[in-house]
């Protein structure tokens, strides 16, 4: 009688399915057990994100656009000329405070030449005084004389009188020439007030004149800083007003990342920690970073409607708290504002 022995096989692809499963396993232990190892020294988060300072830039003054130097997302350099406006009547109101302040000098001018004038008058009057008094001191001295005479009778009454007459001219004459030099004096006192008065509005001219030129200037719009400029929404012959938002503009020279931390993760954290940043658009660098500020309130309490857990409906949920972080590594120019980051903090060691 012969036997017949049959032998099993094994599929290959069975084998194939038990190495690949064999394989996973051993790497999600390898990947696990880095994980746990990892996650004893460091500290992550995905909530994070590059942070720049992204300002409006604004009109100072209102006008028509006459033109517009800028594109879209275009780097600009500071002083940078942005867009220029109409500035015909700002030109004009120049124009007019300049006159107003060359008037007021104008004016300052002949004033201290009527005060100079007054100044040699006044000498004139000193000398007058001095010849008119001599003359009624003269006078005075006839009339004596004339006296002394009619007493001896070697003059007559009338000649008496007529000296007499001659002092009383003297004496008007003398008077008048005093009352021209006090009315000289008082004129040219007159004239220093006038000046003072004056110079008090050359000076208000003067501001007007500074506010017309600042004024012209702020026809002319200029990037504030270097940066990126934003997306263009202002065209030519567009008319704007004082204090409008123009444009957008992106501070490239200065970046941080903001992460924001579970409640449970910032515990031990302090300035100056070393910090790990992955930027999803560059997953092949690290860049390093240090923690700059940690927030003194969590993310929701500082929004514009924190939440009110009084109402009696409350759900336990993990809050965030914002930390700054600085980065240290030069060449950050490929990285812009908005950009998601993986972040990671060495915990601080004991």
Do not use: C
């Not at 004024?215 to 204090?243: C, D, F, H, W």
Request: net charge positive.
């Amino acid at each position: 009688m012969k036997t017949t022995q049959s032998s099993t096989k094994t599929h290959p692809g069975n084998i194939f399915i038990t190495v690949v499963a064999i394989i996973a396993i051993i790497a999600g232990a390898v990947y696990f057990f880095n994980y746990l190892m990892y996650s004893q020294y460091n500290i992550e988060t995905n909530d994070a994100q590059v942070e720049s300072y992204i300002n409006p830039v604004s009109a100072r003054t209102g006008g028509y656009i006459q033109k517009v130097y800028f594109n879209e997302y275009q780097v600009v350099e500071a002083g940078d000329t942005l867009l220029i406006l109409d500035d015909r009547e700002n030109q004009a109101k120049l124009m007019e405070a300049q006159a107003a302040v060359d008037d007021a000098n104008a004016q300052l001018v002949y004033l201290q030449a009527g005060i100079k004038a007054s100044q040699t008058a006044t000498s004139v009057n000193k000398d007058q005084i001095s010849g008119a008094q001599a003359r009624f001191v003269q006078q005075q001295l006839d009339i004596k004389r004339y006296q002394n005479l009619v007493k001896e009778e070697a003059a007559t009454g009338s000649d008496l009188e007529r000296a007499r007459a001659k002092h009383d001219v003297a004496e008007s004459d003398y008077n008048a020439a005093r009352n021209s030099l006090q009315t000289s004096l008082s004129r040219i006192d007159e004239l220093k007030t006038r000046i003072a008065i004056l110079k008090a509005d050359l000076k208000k001219k003067e501001a007007g004149l500074a506010i017309a030129r600042l004024n012209l200037s702020y026809t002319v719009i200029r990037a504030p800083y270097s940066g990126r400029m934003g997306k263009k929404s202002i065209l030519e012959g567009q008319q704007i007003q004082a204090g409008q938002p123009l444009v957008n503009i992106v501070n490239e020279s200065s970046k941080w990342v903001t992460a924001n931390f579970k409640e449970t993760q910032v515990q031990g954290m302090y300035i100056g920690q070393p910090v790990q940043i992955s930027v999803d658009a560059a997953s092949n660098r690290v860049y390093k970073g240090r923690i700059t500020a940690i927030a003194g309130s969590t993310g929701a309490k500082a929004s514009l409607l924190p939440p009110d857990n009084s109402t009696g409906n409350f759900v336990k949920i993990i809050q965030r708290v914002p930390v700054k972080i600085s980065l240290d590594t030069a060449g950050t120019k490929d990285i812009i504002a908005g950009m998601n980051v993986l972040v990671a903090v060495e915990r601080k060691k004991s």
